[in-house]
Nanobody, 128 residues
Framework: VQLQASGGGLVQAGGSLRLSCAGSGGTLSSYAMGWFRQAPGKEREFVAVIIWSGTRTRYLDSVKGRFTISRDNAKNMVYLQMNSLKPEDTAVYYC??????????????????????WGQGTQVTVSS
């Protein structure tokens, strides 16, 4: 499956953006789907994940209550609604497919190495 992320841009602190991830060459409903981000000079960081059915989600603590991950399997799309954006949210955002339909429960955040089919990323810049 190939993934294409879009929807990034420049926004002021407190603003909102909606990222989209379009799948092609395969059905996204076979996978849990995730969003990661990478700021300059930093490692890629887990942001959110949603299981295949859309009924369970997990978030990075710092985005809980501000970001919402969702999916539309009929359209082969995954979304990340980002509200109350902060300058520290500035990064390139990537969508990726997990190796299974479900993500195991546990305290540890899903690892980037357990995801595949990374899209090219979309830049989000939040100005103060």
């Amino acid at each position: 499956v190939q993934l294409q992320a879009s929807g990034g841009g420049l926004v002021q602190a407190g603003g909102s953006l909606r990222l989209s991830c379009a799948g092609s060459g395969g059905t996204l409903s076979s996978y849990a789907m995730g969003w990661f981000r990478q700021a300059p000079g930093k490692e890629r960081e887990f942001v959110a994940v949603i299981i295949w059915s859309g009924t369970r989600t997990r978030y990075l603590d710092s985005v809980k209550g501000r970001f919402t991950i969702s999916r539309d399997n009929a359209k082969n799309m995954v979304y990340l609604q980002m509200n109350s954006l902060k300058p520290e949210d500035t990064a390139v955002y990537y969508c990726a497919a997990y190796v299974a339909p479900y993500v195991p429960d546990g305290a540890a955040a899903p690892k980037a190495s357990d995801f595949h089919s990374w899209g090219q990323g979309t830049q989000v810049t939040v100005s103060s």
